[in-house]
């Protein structure tokens, strides 16, 4: 089945192609197949293309969509699955999964938050916490490695535990997060908020550029380092990454930390955005769609397979999707049925590019 | 129960000869044991490679091929005895400590990465690096040598940048072998490398082991428990029963039906021996 696809001709021309097309022109059929290779194999192509369809679509229905108020609302709602998307593909490639994440990003701000109270400066308020973040992230690596605890139940155990510190300590009641302790969406720039408050959330466009500029950096690491040679190693086989002499267990608890460290930072600048806390909010709520997003980006699962990019884009998918369907005036709770829809569909075109690649390159 | 074996067969007259005359003795086994609990594994391996040769390891499940590998491959310590490479003697407390004395372990099926590039695998835990504080991958760099690498010794695969995943068994095969000796592996230690491998794959392996023995010297055990592969792949044969060598012989001397004769006479006396215990 493989092979009928392409000629004898066809497939020696392209036999080294992606390495060797700028060393010499090659052909014009093995130009248009190279190309062709490059855009299937690309993970990311569904959810661009399903993410430029909707925005066409959001576009021409409603032409308010285009203006800043429309876009700034598809970024609100993308930064946050993002940004744990972003994190939590870390954590998927090596076949676990945080689901933890979301209440890490929404204990951050707290942690911050009375730290701040009990007079710390918002400075090492925020320090701190990160470094409660990473523990946290540490513990659920720990627990994944050590105590071979599934990772679906570790990190969900420490997703409680910490929902209820939350709850407990906060009293139940509702708080507003440092340098935000301005009214939320005042203005795009609140002149009196110095140039620290307006980077750490309180520009409406810094927490998605935060966002993007980790994205692009996990995606670096994922694909141009060794940590993220051994990442891909650690999930695509365990035992023979370990043979090969990859410190498997120091891998797993990092990129535990990493995720952990990495919805704790933007769960800050989530929080100074929109100034306000509220305990009663569960992170469950987040991770799901952060999960979503990396999984419509083409993230496996299994393990071994991933993309930051393609999450990232997920979640862009996600925002522009919530953004859109409230801007048409459709019902919120028609959201989730598009979602659903829409991340089948998703799935469903990634495995046939997935086949049609797999083909393309045997061939 | 069994600790009468016969002296090993071939171990005497004409084969004596011949080892003596061959090259240096690179690895060493003398009267290693090894137990679990009660149960004694291995009751004194003596075993030798040379350079450049390759010794086929027979024996039935049990007879403690795979433990002995253990042994060697550093994954686990021996209770009794010494392994000496290159005349020194070593104690390997980890699988990188035996690969710091040159003996890499080659496991059929887990050895690759199925989601990385050739080239990565190739250099998996070996990467080239840009120079700078965040371990960048020189990809330009590792692709250029593992092609160079692969040209040297005759492996063919149809790209680099094939995730092993899209690899055959018999090119995967080659890669996890390629990959061991790259980094300076002298012994080599592969498990079963023509289990499931259809003719022409089989091929690719048995040139690349020969080549890799005669031209670059790298010395291999091969454990498999069918003959007709060893015979094709092996200088000699050691069989393993009952947690000993009990045959020694080279391949040439020797032939399918003769091992095999000999090994059903070696049971034959451990079956009486213990018979005549009980």
Known sequence: ?363 | MIDDIPEPAGLAGETATELSRSPEVVLEVQGVTKSFGPLSVLRGIDLTLRSGEVLGLVGDNGAGKSTLVKILSGYSPQDSGRLLVKGKEVHFKSVEDAAAHGIETVYQDLALIPQLPVFENLFLNHEILHFGPFHVLNKRKMRELTRQYLDDINVNVPNVNAEAAQLSGGQRQAIAVARATRTNASILLLDEPLAAMGARESRLIIDLVRGLASHRSVSMIIIDHNFAHLFELCDRVNVMQGGRITIDQLTKDTSLEKLTELMVSNYRSQLQAAVVES
């Open chain 1, 1 to 363: 089945m493989a092979t009928s696809v392409t000629s004898p001709a066809e497939s020696q021309s392209s036999a080294g192609l992606p390495s060797s097309a700028g060393e010499a022109g090659p052909p014009q059929v093995g130009l248009r197949r190279y190309l062709w290779q490059l855009f299937v194999a690309q993970r990311e192509v569904t959810p661009v293309l399903i993410t430029i369809g909707l925005f066409i679509f959001f576009w021409i229905d409603s032409p308010n969509f285009l203006t800043s108020l429309g876009l700034n609302s598809a970024a609100g709602f993308a930064g946050p699955y993002g940004a744990l998307a972003v994190g939590e593909v870390l954590v998927l490639v090596l076949g676990e999964i945080d689901l933890s994440a979301g209440q890490v990003f929404l204990l951050s701000p707290w942690i911050m938050y009375w730290l701040w109270q009990l007079g710390v400066p918002v400075g090492w308020a925020i320090v701190c916490a990160l470094v409660v973040s990473i523990g946290v992230g540490l513990i659920n690596g720990l627990i994944t490695v050590f105590l071979n605890v599934p990772s679906f139940v570790g990190t969900l155990a420490t997703n409680f535990v910490l929902f209820g510190l939350v709850l407990i300590f906060s009293d139940d009641t509702e708080a507003t997060p440092v340098p935000g302790a301005i009214p939320p969406q005042t203005t795009a720039v609140a002149p009196h908020v110095g140039l620290f408050g307006q980077i750490i959330g309180v520009w409406e466009w810094s927490e998605i550029l935060w966002v993007i500029a980790i994205a692009i950096v996990i995606q670096f690491v994922l694909t141009r380092t060794r940590f993220g040679v051994r990442v891909i190693a650690t999930g695509g086989n365990l035992l023979g990454a370990a043979e090969a002499g990859v410190p498997v267990r120091r891998v797993k608890i990092m990129c535990f930390v990493l995720c952990s460290f990495l919805s704790g930072l933007v769960g800050i600048v989530d929080a100074v955005k929109y100034g306000t806390l509220d305990p009663g909010n569960p992170g469950v709520n987040y991770i799901l769609y952060a999960v979503g997003a990396c999984v419509i980006g083409g993230t496996a699962l299994t393990g071994g397979r991933g993309t930051v990019i393609g999450a990232f884009i997920g979640a862009i998918l996600i925002g522009i999707l919530e953004a859109g369907l409230n801007i048409i005036g459709i019902s919120t709770n028609d959201f989730f049925v598009y979602i659903g829809l829409v991340m089948i569909l998703a799935m469903t075109l990634n495995g046939w590019l997935d086949r049609l690649a797999a083909r393309t390159r045997s061939g």
